[in-house]
């Protein structure tokens, strides 16, 4: 699986950006796509994702502000952020997971984006 982000740039507080994520290679292994972001000196974190199935999770500081949406015709996804702020400042990945079942058991793997940088910033 290989994630080709789009969308970062530099925006004024208050304003809107939309992040694009387009996958490619063996997408039927994706069982949930989504972003996480990673400030300067900070962990990364989950931003937004969305399930096959259309299921949404947010973090609870993007609630409200932002929307993911996914394109399974186009094999994309979508990040509008509108009434950003300057601590939404960082790089974002797209992310994609895969669960994959192991004797039995269910296991976890993750592809990743390249980041895309998005400045929120008077």
């Known amino acids: 699986v290989q994630l080709q982000a789009s969308g970062g740039g530099l925006v004024q507080p208050g304003g809107s950006l939309r992040l694009s994520c387009a996958a490619s290679?063996?997408?039927?292994?994706?069982?949930?796509m989504g972003w996480y972001r990673q400030a300067p000196g900070k962990q990364r974190e989950l931003v937004a994702q969305i399930t096959n199935g259309g299921i949404t999770n947010y973090s609870d500081s993007v609630k409200g502000r932002f929307t993911i949406s996914r394109d399974n015709a186009k094999n994309s996804v979508h990040l509008q952020m509108r009434s950003l702020k300057p601590e939404d400042t960082a790089v974002y990945y797209c992310?994609?997971?895969?669960?994959?079942?192991?004797?039995?058991?269910?296991?976890?793997?993750?592809?990743w984006g390249q980041g895309t940088l998005v400045t929120v910033s008077s």
């Open positions: 992310n994609a997971v895969e669960i994959r079942v192991s004797a039995g058991y269910p296991e976890r793997y993750d592809y």
């Open positions: 290679g063996d997408i039927f292994r994706i069982n949930v």
